[in-house]
């Protein structure tokens, strides 16, 4: 198992920012995709956003596009998730996820292979 462990969730107002860190051992970070998904009480796992295993590529959720962006460090084997300008919509628990079987992004969960135990987002109105 690919150990992935998220961090920098907490309680921030709307309009706020915060930035997630998914930090990862035991792979060759480089060679994977990664993405971004967040689960609401009761709802399905969404994708949120995704990254070339160079960082060249990336996808986002249209509801998070021009607020989100995606990053990576492959000498540090952590891929970041800065939010801006954050809605009381966004409030989730935030998973990274990685890609084991191709380096490019893709934006359905069934695609990842290594999950983390999530990270909680709460914007408050």
């Known amino acids: 198992q690919v150990p992935l462990v998220e961090s920098g969730g907490g309680l921030v107002q709307a309009g706020g920012s915060l930035r997630l860190s998914c930090a990862a051992s035991g792979l060759t970070f480089s060679r994977y995709a990664m993405g971004w998904f967040r689960q609401a009480p009761g709802k399905e796992r969404e994708f949120v956003a995704a990254i070339s295993w160079s960082g060249g590529r990336t996808l986002y959720a249209d509801s998070v596009k021009g607020r989100f962006t995606i990053s990576r460090d492959n000498a540090k084997n952590t891929v970041y998730l800065q939010m801006n300008s954050l809605k009381p919509e966004d409030t989730a628990v935030y998973y990274c996820?990685?890609?084991?079987?191709?380096?490019?992004?893709?934006?359905?969960?069934?695609?990842?292979?290594?999950w983390g135990q999530g990270t909680q987002v709460t914007v408050s109105s």
């Open positions: 996820a990685a890609r084991a079987t191709d380096t490019l992004p893709s934006s359905r969960v069934g695609e990842y292979d290594y």
